[in-house]
Antibody
Framework: EVQLLESGGGLVQPGGSLRLSCAAS????????MTWVRQAPGKGLEWVSA????????YYPDSVKGRFTISRDNSKNTLYLQMNSLRAADTAVYYC????????????????WGQGTLVTVSS | DIVMTQSPATLSVSPGERATLSCRAS??????LAWYQQKPGQGPRLLIY???TRATDIPGRFSGSGSGTEFTLTISSLQSEDFAVYYC????????FGQGTKVEIK
């Protein structure tokens, strides 16, 4: 059974940094691209980053480019999201999710999702 | 960005009835559309991909149709566990999601 367990959320001040982790199990982690998607309180879903199975290629929307960095450690079956220069608008539940493919440029839908971790940016 | 618009925002349906949810893309996305179900406190669950292909272990009462800019998710006979929020997502370009349709008990 595929399991994705996010951690690392919490309260951070504007301008601060936070690193999220996602521990994966139940599948060959290095064979699949992975992604982070966020959901602001009471709002819809927003894609925020993607990474290939090897970790060699990453993708970001303009809203987080230059501030967020996605990475992975395939030896630890763990996905990361480093978030810098955080803003109030970054407040959301952050989900990690699994692509159906090794590359992140094809079939960009998400087969499995974690339960999410809440990030609150506030002074 | 491709804008996804879902309607209605809320759908009130009695158990056993059919529910029809709509999703419109701001430009053609061919069949690059997925549907997800989300319940409170949970991550989304993939229901449909490629507009009409059911994901693994998804019951046959869920079906998807459409191509281009107009898409539909149909739940043929609503069960108690189907009351949730449903999102469509395009992946013709980088992913964007609709704002969701809440299916509630009538």
């Amino acid at each position: 059974e595929v399991q994705l367990l996010e951690s690392g959320g919490g309260l951070v001040q504007p301008g601060g940094s936070l690193r999220l982790s996602c521990a994966a199990s139940g599948f060959t982690f290095s064979s699949y691209a992975m992604t982070w998607v966020r959901q602001a309180p009471g709002k819809g879903l927003e894609w925020v980053s993607a990474i290939s199975g090897s970790g060699g290629v990453t993708y970001y929307p303009d809203s987080v480019k230059g501030r967020f960095t996605i990475s992975r450690d395939n030896s630890k079956n763990t996905l990361y999201l480093q978030m810098n220069s955080l803003r109030a608008a970054d407040t959301a539940v952050y989900y990690c999710a699994k692509f159906p493919t090794y590359v992140a440029t094809a079939n960009k839908y998400f087969q499995h999702w974690g339960q999410g971790t809440l990030v609150t940016v506030s002074s | 960005d491709i804008v996804m618009t879902q309607s209605p925002a809320t759908l009130s349906v009695s158990p056993g009835e059919r529910a029809t949810l709509s999703c419109r893309a701001s430009q053609s996305i061919s069949s690059a559309l997925a549907w997800y179900q989300q319940k409170p406190g949970q991550g989304p669950r993939l229901l449909i991909y490629d507009a009409s292909t059911r994901a693994t272990d998804i019951p046959g009462r869920f079906s998807g149709s459409g191509s281009g800019t107009e898409f539909t998710l149909t739940i043929s006979s609503l069960q108690s566990e189907d009351f949730a929020v449903y999102y469509c997502q395009q992946y013709n370009n980088w992913p964007t999601f609709g704002q969701g349709t809440k299916v509630e008990i009538k």
